[in-house]
């Protein structure tokens, strides 16, 4: 029976309420045999065997990028959940390595627990796609971002990189954000000044799983260009809609990608710029990147990921019960 603990944990000091307090509080009235937290916090006065899952260290790496009190919170008690959790989780070898570097911890406490994907990306129809674009850019080819528009997600060199392909190319193609436009951060505001290409920019704000994933699917391609990442679930999300990707030679990014995206400085303006002229104006290009995203794609899926969690989980409570 599924049972709920107040109060509702949206910043820090209600965090620190519902794990520290309310969460103690529980464990001594249901005595459960283990606790998993799919968030990068536990409980730290507990006794009850926990496992935490931090899926990446972006707080650590780029706090200038986050609200200082919550920086500093996830800083904090990811480092505490980190060294005193049985097991920790993270969705990628790149952010396990990292984990066990900044926090001190053995890495046969850890396990990778990849990211999966919805069932509900997948292409669509040529007339399916038309009459996306109908409905979000006037029938405009457009390439797609999903994501935040935080600094460390870099759509400010992204927007420079499509300021400039068009000013190589001519035509119609827009650039389309699934973003919320009121989210935008000096980074972002400075390029769109610099570069007078705002008609050419559509954000969509939240959309529907369903609507992301038919807009995802009508895309020419996908700039996924961050700074950092942990793991990149829209990259994944495009080759299984069979639209190639374009992203970072930097963090998790390669890993994830594998040979089935073209993998560019995100600091380079000019290396994005060039991988959208390989992708836009090379249909053999795009085709090959296609071809292995949906090969690559099929390394990440939720049924997975449920089975790795699970194991992990085995693992802990193996171990309690030869104490």
Known sequence: MPVVIYPQARHPWLWYTWFEISLHHAFKKYKPDLFFSPESFICSKATVPQVAVIHDLNFEHFPQYMPTQVARYYSKWS?????????????????????????????E????????????????????????????????????????????????????????YKKQYSGELKFVLVSDRSKMEADLQLALSETGIESDLIFTGRLS?????????????????????GFGIPMIEAMRCGVPVITSNVSCL????????????????????????????????????????????????????????????QLVLAEKSKG
Not at 111 to 118: R, T
Not at 143 to 149: A, E, N, P, R
Not at 210 to 228: D, G
Not at 286 to 309: N, P, V
Request: glycine content about 4%.
């Open 109 to 164: 406490k850890t396990d990778v627990l990849y990211n999966g994907i919805h069932d509900m990306y997948k292409p669509l129809s040529v007339a399916e796609q038309e009459q996306v674009r109908n409905q979000y850019t006037a029938g405009s080819r457009y390439i797609i971002y999903t994501g935040s528009l935080h600094q460390r997600k870099n759509t400010a060199n992204m927007v420079r990189a499509f300021a400039q």
């Open 254 to 313: 390669p890993e994830i990608a594998g040979n089935a995206a073209l993998c560019v400085d995100p600091h380079s303006v000019n290396a994005i710029t060039v991988a959208l002229e390989q992708v836009l104006q090379h249909q053999e290009v795009a085709e090959q990147l296609k071809q292995k995203g949906k090969i690559r794609q099929q390394d990440f899926s939720w049924d997975k990921t449920a089975e790795l969690t699970w194991q992990s989980l």
């Open 209 to 229: 799983a369903k609507a992301l994933a038919q807009l995802t699917a009508s895309a020419e391609a996908m700039m996924y260009v961050s700074f950092f990442e």
């Open 79 to 107: 480092r505490i959940a980190a060294q005193n959790a049985q097991r920790i989780g993270t969705v990628s070898e790149f952010s396990r390595k990292d984990i066990v570097s900044t926090y001190e911890i053995n890495i």
